[in-house]
């Protein structure tokens, strides 16, 4: 019985940090329909420059998010503005053309972040990234319990900012019909911009509060964008609400494999799951609810 | 007509000779290779460049080509060799399973569906250790000592094959494979079953990817999971050599794989030796550059738009009066 | 001016085609390949830089029979595909007369495949699986012991000291865990312990703890972990989390003998065991040396694998001063008689099990005492006691 009770502990947790991960991807899938390759390297950078400054300044962390996410929406933002936006008009065979050129853009931030830092393992280490919180037998891993909070925090944030500001609307409405967006007035470009920004900087939180429990090294963005993927589309495309689902359901389902079928096959789970999903459920979890 | 044969003809003349011209085995080593991308680009276009259907997992033909000759050798004492015949048959039947599953799937969602497949692929190989021997790969003695007979064979495979899918798309399952690219629906309308053809072209493409795979395992003689069923090495770099080349063109993929692999080469070896070491570790890194300069500039690929390139270079600016305005 | 720029471009391709190999002086040139970038690039470096180190003495001592021995490194980034062409350019374009190194095992089994095939005596100093040399390649030998033998100081230390009655097994599902922990689980067998769980992962897992919790359930005496660092620190910085508490935590190598190790376990590194091949105050001629002036040159620590790399050098030069020609058969027999004592230990080819030219050494047993690595067992060359059993409580406080 404790087994299954830590087991579907780490699973919620860890859910956490994936949804914050699944949530960027969420929205930029959303409103622009791009898929983003590029996903786990915006994060990996935001985790670089965490380390940074932890390193030089000996700045925490969870201050490092208040630099790290401004600084991720605004490459974000550059990437859009720069190299995605402009595909857009060029008439070319494959309407593919942006999830390539996110490709091309995820192994330059790779290999320029590995340039600078080479390829071994770097990490950070404070006081708190060890420590848990205990209930009977059961560890509560304390970094993963605040970024599952935070992750909470910033979703309804999101939620709130799309629903009821007049620039997320703006984006909703994007998303719903871009050409019926554009004749109420609404640049459409601008808009893009701000999505794609917005979700760098979300998968930048992600990656901030990783670093504690995790380790850092150039090529650790891709299985996270895989993962994003599974969260984005469990979830449902551009569903807030849904990426914390799905990175909920994610993690357990990730953990209950690794415990009961074998810690090898988790990813494998994770991947079968994304399967299903695209084939019969492809509105993800959002259409079995109303939000 | 007769006279625009000839620099193609030339071309492979060139080809085939290079190898009795160039005795090092280490250039010889890097034609094989790109011959063999030639293959595997030119199966993923005849999928996604001429039908339309961009898949994200071809690793899962090659690693299964490669993984059949391998099993051959291991499991059943036979030569790898069968697996050329045999890699091609069941990387088809996979792709007919595959297809069955994700062509309901569109666009986008079919890439997902193929990146997800490709993975669980990968991770199944690794974990089912009695079978495939998992990370520890599967590794064989050459046959050949001189790397001529793995040249010709590299260079017939690739003849083969892009003659096969010139044939093809020439043939009225060419145009069906369009229609379905263009606008499946309206195709649907018009009475071409998307899903028959959709099959038909990714069995053909499954088929010489296949068989390119069961190639790698005879003449590279090691694989392991990681290698041959990687999203990265193989699936995104099939793409990459057909977008480079120019998807949806006949000659398109096999331009882009000796781009692909001789700029490659180039970089990491630091220009065979001649530059400082910095430049080898910043192969990767030009890779990407060169991929974000193509599709921004370029989409269409060196012979997509070979017109536009045309333009830039030649210093006769009255050309792009009369252009249309690319 | 573009058709200049178009037409220079395609002549320095042309050059760069044509043009052999720039060497200047008469040297002799052994090719060494190494994973010095990618995610091994830590270990490339040091024994890169080992090799180096070994190799200045080399030649300052007057080279091979007044010859200079050049040592031309390539980079297998860690992939097996790379190290075969890494092995047939060396081969092949810059003509080296024997090949050395070898750090992953997959890496080392496909440059071996080569060197057999293309009649290169290949002299591995690291890769481990024991399929390396257990092919019958006359051509391939090996200086550090298989991954079987891992465990072998740890075994005295067992059956004396401990006298476990159950174990845990976990390992990485790379080529180097999956046959360590099969060894391992045949050393079990052979000392009557019961191995309660045997689990592989891939490795970069950010959650352990649905393995450990399985572990923890089962209660046994011993956890036997074979990983590289980052998942090394993970796992035991989370099995301390879950207060997984055995007897004893060992590690079988690589990630646990590392400095990394200590400082991303922190407190969670503490005590535990690790097998080792080696340690700077074995009674081996020169270790001592080789270690503090590594220290001094780099400013870090080296450890077992640094000590084979400049051993592996050694060994080179020794069976090119004794080879009665630079012919591949010349130099595969002298590599064969090859009777030398070197920093990591003697030298020495010989048949055991199912493995052919490959050296015999013992292993030994280190433990992480307050922070320092410390050789615990065989007592005799001990370089601290051991601390068992483990209280673990306090440790963690």
């Not at chain 3, 200049?4 to 060494?32: F, M, R, Y």
């Amino acid at each position: 019985m404790e087994v299954l009770i830590q087991t579907l502990v780490s699973g919620l947790l860890i859910g956490g940090i994936y949804a914050l991960i699944g949530i960027g991807m969420s929205l930029i899938m959303g409103v622009m329909k791009i898929i983003n390759l590029a996903h786990g390297q915006l994060m990996m950078v935001a985790m670089y420059i965490t380390y940074v400054l932890f390193e030089a300044l000996g700045l925490d962390p969870y201050f490092s998010l208040f630099i790290a996410m401004p600084c991720l929406f605004v490459l974000g933002a550059v990437i859009q503005k720069f190299l995605l936006n402009p595909l857009l008009k060029v008439d070319s065979i494959l309407p593919e053309n942006q999830v390539l050129m996110t490709v091309g853009v995820g192994m330059v931030l790779t290999e320029v972040i590995r340039f600078i830092f080479h390829s071994d393992y770097k990490s950070v280490k404070t006081s708190y990234s060890s420590s848990a919180i205990y209930m009977g037998e059961i560890s509560f891993n304390v970094p993963m319990v605040a970024a599952f909070g935070l992750a909470l925090v910033l979703t309804a944030a999101l939620f709130f900012f799309l629903l009821k500001t007049d620039l997320g609307k703006s984006v909703r409405a994007t998303a719903q019909n871009t050409d019926a967006a554009l004749l109420m007035g609404i640049n459409a470009q601008w808009i893009t911009v701000l999505t794609y920004g917005l979700g760098s900087a979300l998968v930048a939180a992600a990656g901030t509060l990783l670093l504690p429990i995790y380790y850092l090294f150039p090529d650790i963005g891709g299985p996270f964008t895989l993962k994003a993927f599974v969260i984005t589309m469990l979830g449902g495309m551009g569903s807030t609400v849904g990426a914390i689902l799905g990175g909920i359901v994610l993690g357990i389902a990730e953990s209950l494999g690794a415990t009961y079928i074998s810690m090898m096959l988790k990813d494998a789970v994770a991947m079968v799951i994304f399967l299903l999903v695209l084939i019969f459920l492809p509105g993800g979890l959002k259409t079995l609810t109303k939000v | 007509m007769k006279s625009s044969l000839w620099p193609f003809l030339i071309v492979l003349a060139l080809i085939a000779l290079f190898p009795v011209a160039v005795t090092s085995e280490y250039y010889r080593h890097i034609f094989i290779i790109s011959l063999m991308w030639v293959v595997i680009g030119s199966s993923w276009n005849l999928l996604a460049g001429y039908t339309g259907q961009v898949s994200f997992g071809h690793a899962i033909f090659f690693g299964t080509g490669a993984y059949t000759a391998g099993l051959c050798m291991t499991k059943l004492g036979i030569s790898a060799w069968w697996g050329m015949l045999l890699g091609g048959p069941i990387s088809l039947l996979v792709g007919l399973v595959i297809g069955w599953i994700c062509f309901r799937l569109r666009g986008p969602y079919f890439a997902l569906a193929t990146i997800a497949i490709g993975e669980i692929f990968r991770l199944v190989t690794t974990d089912w250790r009695s079978l495939t021997e998992g990370m520890e790969g599967i590794l064989i003695i050459q046959t050949f000592r001189s790397k001529l007979p793995y040249y010709y064979l590299a260079f017939g495979l690739a003849i083969l094959c892009t003659f096969g899918i010139y044939r093809v798309m020439k043939s009225k399952w060419g145009y069906y494979f369009v229609a379905i690219r263009e606008d499946q629906d309206v195709a649907e309308h018009i009475g071409i079953s998307a899903f028959r053809y959709k099959s038909l072209s990714l069995m053909i493409s499954s088929f010489f990817t296949g068989t390119a795979g069961a190639f790698y395992m005879n003449y590279m003689a090691f694989i392991d999971p990681h290698v041959v069923f990687s999203l990265h090495d193989i699936s995104i770099m099939a793409i990459l050599v057909a977008i480079i080349g120019g998807v949806g063109t006949m000659w398109g993929p096999a331009v882009g794989a000796f781009i692909m692999v001789w700029l490659q080469e180039t970089f990491r070896s630091a220009f065979f030796g001649l530059m400082p070491r910095w430049v080898s570790e910043a192969h990767v890194l030009v890779f990407g550059l060169l991929v974000i300069f193509v599709i921004r500039y370029l989409a269409n690929g060196i012979i997509g738009d070979w017109p536009k390139i045309k333009r830039l270079w030649s210093k006769d600016r009255e050309l792009s009066y009369s252009s249309s305005g690319n | 001016m573009k058709k200049t720029l178009g037409l220079l471009a395609c002549l320095a391709a042309i050059v760069g085609l044509l043009a052999p190999g720039v060497s200047a002086q008469e040297t002799i040139k052994v090719g060494i390949i190494l994973p010095l970038t990618g995610a091994q690039a830590a270990f490339g470096e040091i024994e890169k830089n080992s090799f180096e180190m070994a190799l200045e003495e080399i030649n300052a001592a007057g080279g091979i029979k007044g010859k200079k021995l050049e040592l031309i490194f390539e980079d297998d980034t860690g992939k097996p595909e790379v190290a075969r062409s890494a092995a047939e350019k060396l081969i092949n374009k810059d003509k080296v007369v024997m090949l050395g190194g070898g750090y992953g095992s997959s890496e080392t089994f496909a440059i071996a495949g080569v060197a057999q095939q293309s009649r290169m005596p290949f002299l591995v100093n690291t890769g481990s699986a024991d399929k390396i040399t257990e092919q019958k390649w006359d051509y391939v030998f090996r200086l550090n012991p298989p991954a079987s033998d891992y465990p072998g100081g740890l075994e005295s230390f067992l059956t004396e000291v401990v006298k476990p009655k159950t174990a845990a097994i976990l390992y990485e599902d790379s080529n180097f865990g999956t046959s360590s922990s099969q060894s391992f689980e045949e050393t079990c067998e052979r000392l009557g312990i019961k191995v309660l769980v045997k689990e592989g992962y891939s490795k970069g897992g950010v959650d352990f703890k649905p393995l450990l919790v399985k572990v923890k359930q089962a209660n046994p005496d011993l956890i036997y972990m074979i990983s590289y660092v980052m998942d090394a620190a993970l796992l035991m910085n989370q099995s301390m989390e879950l207060r997984l508490m055995p007897k004893l935590f060992v590690g079988g190598g690589a990630g646990f003998t590392m400095p990394e190790f200590q400082k991303n376990a922190g407190k969670a590194a503490n005590m535990v065991f690790s097998a080792t091949l080696w340690y700077q105050t074995l009674p081996y001629p020169g270790a001592k040396e080789y270690f503090d002036k590594y220290v001094n040159k780099h400013g870090k620590e080296t450890e077992y694998h640094g000590a084979e790399a400049h051993a592996a050098a050694v060994v080179i030069a020794d069976t090119l001063k004794r080879a009665k020609s630079l012919s591949p058969d010349d130099l595969r027999q002298a590599l064969s008689e090859t009777d030398v004592k070197t920093v990591f230990g003697p030298v020495k080819f010989t048949a055991y099990e199912k493995m052919t030219n490959q050296n015999k050494l013992p292993t030994y047993l280190v433990q992480w005492i307050d922070g320092k690595l410390e050789l615990v067992w065989p007592k005799d060359v001990a370089s601290k006691p051991y601390v068992f059993p483990i209280d673990w409580e306090k440790i963690w406080k």
